[in-house]
């Protein structure tokens, strides 16, 4: 009887705190979908950088002439567990470790945040450059692989397609980033950022 009751209370504890903790992720959402996602992305990653790398990219508009926004290349993670170690381990860390907040070590998991079916609202021809020019050779033998018609890859667009909307320093010496480096060059948070420290 007496272990009977334990088990009782601790399956309704635990009940009462995945209830508490459901609704209260509930409530989040209700909140952020009153924002515009690119405010609610700002809660946690230094959106103002990012929106200014994309700004100079060849994706700050999207296939309408709009700004293009997050949400429109990348999957959201509005979950309780993905949200909580995203603020956790990134937001704390920039607010109180700023020097622990490194752009390289999130690109891989960044990259996977970036699914091909975002891609392919914009870029639903593989065969072609957004011109409508015919892709080289070796681009169309690796679509080919990525739609399984020549082999197969398990890279998403974004596994090859890097730095097409933001360029981090570690990779603007990169000869293929010249062009969107160059733009960058006169970022004047950059320059804030060198002055004030």
């Not at 021809?125 to 080289?136: C, E, F, H, R």
């Amino acid at each position: 009887m007496e272990r009977s009751l334990l088990s009782i209370v601790g399956r309704t504890t635990f009940a009462a705190v995945v209830l508490g903790f459901t609704v209260s992720w509930g409530s989040s959402l209700a909140i952020a979908g009153d924002r515009p996602i690119v405010e609610e992305c700002m809660r946690c990653h230094d959106v103002k950088g990012y929106e200014y790398e994309i700004s100079h990219s060849s994706h700050a508009k999207d296939k309408d002439g709009k700004a293009i926004t997050c949400d429109q290349c990348h999957d959201p993670h509005f979950n309780p567990v993905t949200s909580y170690y995203a603020r956790d381990e990134y937001y704390d860390k920039k607010i109180f470790q700023p020097e622990d907040f490194d752009r390289k070590s999130m690109q891989k998991n960044v990259q996977k945040s970036v699914p091909a079916k975002k891609c392919q609202v914009c870029h639903a021809d593989l065969s072609k450059d957004v011109k409508g020019k015919k892709i080289s050779e070796i681009g169309q033998l690796s679509h080919d692989a990525f739609e399984g018609k020549n082999g197969s890859t398990r890279k998403n667009c974004a596994g090859c397609h890097g730095n097409i909307a933001h360029l981090p320093d570690f990779d603007r010496d990169l000869t293929k980033n010249a062009e969107f480096a160059k733009k960058l060059a006169d970022n004047p948070m950059v320059k804030e950022q060198k002055e004030g420290s």
